[in-house]
């Protein structure tokens, strides 16, 4: 039977102490709350209760070898789920956390298997989100909680798109507005003997180098089985339509690829979208395309905070196929690259 779920408007900057408490007491009921972060919203349930996790896997219909990211209110909650901090993870979180880094490391006895896909390795971060952390402190339990979308699908950067995706499935949807950042965290492995950037997000390799000196990025791109980290599946983040992936560096003529192949589309009779950089759009505008702003190619964080928002966009406008170029590396531009092929249903070269 469907689920109702309770809508708790907040105030995403100063969240109302008795507007979050029923979503805290939902959380240690074993209840499934969707809930803002700075990245995009998490679907939640209390981390120790494995029947609660179960839910979350059930209601994204996400497969049990791909691993959940535990939430922490802070550095101190550290020890709740980690078996071993190393003077390195303190660093780190005295650095970024609050913030869009998660870290691997040993995992103590009591977080379930089914948390972590059956590794000895947990990943754990602390948002950096007045509504996800007023949560957390509220609940007071650790919070497991991946992207709050069905498996695989865009990730949500609002509380309309967990709706969309979700509806009838989890117990409350906590709004707190549009996230800040739109991509998900950098997922920084440090049970190795380097420390190793295994998914990029919303801290850049370089913040990184800049407080570890050296750090190595690993292109996960599995197919299937336990995964080392989530949202490294080759096939993720993806919008309902064909979504093509100019991998080209050069900008002209990924522009020239793209107009040419969106050409010949619009003569087969497909309506086509387009995740486009302001720059860019004099190139199609003579085109009959329906189009999704990624702002400027001066400031790759807003095309990371409009991407997401774009594809369903474009989905709901039920267009057939989607066009995007590469954005290069500089800033979130890796994060940006991750995502896109992995959303990609053909990379163009």
Not at 332 to 346: T, V
Request: aromatic content about 4%.
């Amino acid at each position: 039977m469907p689920l109702t779920v309770q809508v708790i408007q907040v105030d995403p900057i100063h969240p109302d102490p008795e507007c979050i408490r029923p979503a805290a007491r939902a959380l240690q009921q074993g209840k499934l709350v969707a809930f803002p972060t700075e990245t995009v919203y998490g679907l939640g349930a209390d981390a120790l209760n494995r029947s609660a996790v179960a839910r979350i896997f059930e209601a994204k219909g996400r497969p049990s070898y791909d691993p959940l990211i535990v939430h922490l209110a802070g550095a101190a909650w550290l020890e709740r789920a980690a078996a071993v901090v190393p003077p390195l993870a303190l660093r780190l979180a005295e650095s970024f956390w609050p913030g869009p880094l998660t870290l691997i490391l040993a995992k103590r006895p009591e977080i379930p298997d089914l948390v972590t896909s059956g590794l000895d390795t947990v990943a754990v971060r602390v948002p950096d989100h007045p509504v996800a952390l007023a949560l957390l402190e509220a609940a007071d339990v650790l919070v497991a909680a991946p992207s709050a979308n069905r498996f695989g699908r865009t990730s949500p950067t609002r509380a309309s798109h967990v709706l969309a995706d979700l509806e009838g499935r989890i117990d409350v949807l906590v709004d707190g507005g549009e996230t800040r950042i739109g991509i998900e965290s950098t997922v920084l492995d440090l049970s190795g003997t380097r420390p190793t950037i295994l998914r990029p997000g919303g801290v850049t390799r370089e913040q990184l180098m800049e407080v570890l000196g050296d750090v190595a990025v690993r292109a996960v791109h599995s197919a299937g089985g336990p995964q080392s980290s989530p949202g490294t599946l080759r096939k993720h983040y993806s919008p309902r339509a064909v979504l093509y992936y100019f991998t080209e560096p050069e900008r002209e003529k990924a522009l020239a690829g793209m107009r040419q192949l969106i050409e010949e589309a619009v003569q087969s009779g497909k309506r086509v979208g387009l995740l486009i950089l302001e720059e860019d759009r004099p190139v199609f505008d003579d085109l009959p395309v329906v189009t999704a702003s990624l702002g400027s190619a001066r400031n790759l964080w807003q095309a990371a905070r409009r991407l997401y928002a774009g594809m369903r966009s474009l989905d709901e406008q039920q267009v057939d196929v989607i066009f995007v170029r590469d954005l290069g590396t500089d800033g979130p531009g890796l994060a940006l690259r991750d995502r896109l092929q992995r959303a990609a249903s053909k990379l163009i070269p």
